[in-house]
């Protein structure tokens, strides 16, 4: 797959799920609505289903400077495309949290500060390190275990999609369960609200590279690299 396509499916998918993730906190933060935090984790989970199912068979369906790392480490993106792929997700990010105050009403963009995540009182920065890699280990784990393993059940994106939903009931009222770089850097860069910022950062990418060498050295025959 030429890599000009592969960059237009990550920047298309990146884009999509952070102005989902975004918006859906956002919308959550109007008078009424009774979202919540299921409504927020299904809503992302969802999305993130959906595009990774649609996707995955042009780029791998990343979205998720976290997952690429992985991948790399894993030998299964080589450093050129990692580059790119994580530079587009970054930009679209942006893109995405950008369209968000564009569209979305400004009072609740403004109560729910974009959507950006933030570590809550009482969790310090370690243990918001601590839980961005325990809950990426389980996401990029799902990404090994539904899409890339030879013997992977036929479930498209939505086993992946899954753990997202069980990460954002469990870490939401915690970290906000970015367990994304690119999902917190959108808002954030957007907002200017970059408290604690380097956990969604160290956190995703611990979590996710731990992951890769579970997978690739203990769970599963080593195959070629496929990019």
Do not use: D, K
């Not at 933030?118 to 389980?138: D, P, R």
Request: glycine share 14%; with cysteine; charged share 5%.
């Amino acid at each position: 797959m030429p890599l000009s396509r592969r960059i237009l499916a990550e920047a298309i998918g990146t884009f999509g799920l952070v102005f989902f993730c975004a918006g859906g906190i956002v919308a959550g933060a109007l008078p009424n609505t009774g979202i919540g935090l299921m409504g927020v984790a299904l809503t992302q989970a969802l999305a993130l289903g959906v595009l990774v199912t649609a996707f995955m068979n042009i780029s791998g369906a990343h979205f998720n400077p976290a997952v690429t790392l992985g991948f790399l480490v894993g030998g299964r993106i080589r450093p050129g495309p990692a580059a790119a792929y994580i530079t587009v997700q970054l930009v679209a990010a942006v893109a995405a949290a950008w369209l968000v105050t564009a569209l979305l009403p400004g009072n609740a963009v403004m109560a729910a500060a974009l959507g950006t995540p933030m570590i809550q009182n009482g969790i310090t920065l370690g243990q918001a390190i601590a839980i961005e890699a325990v809950l990426t280990f389980f996401l990029v784990s799902a990404y090994y275990g539904t899409a890339v393993a030879p013997t992977a059940p036929a479930v498209g994106g939505f086993g992946i999609g899954l753990v997202l939903f069980v990460a954002i009931m469990i870490g939401g009222p915690l970290t906000g369960a970015s367990i994304n770089p690119a999902r917190a850097f959108g808002p954030a860069a957007v907002s200017g609200n970059w408290l604690g910022h380097m956990a969604y950062w160290i956190g995703p990418m611990v979590g996710a590279v731990a992951a890769a060498l579970v997978w690739e050295r203990g769970l599963m025959e080593r195959t070629p690299p496929g990019a």
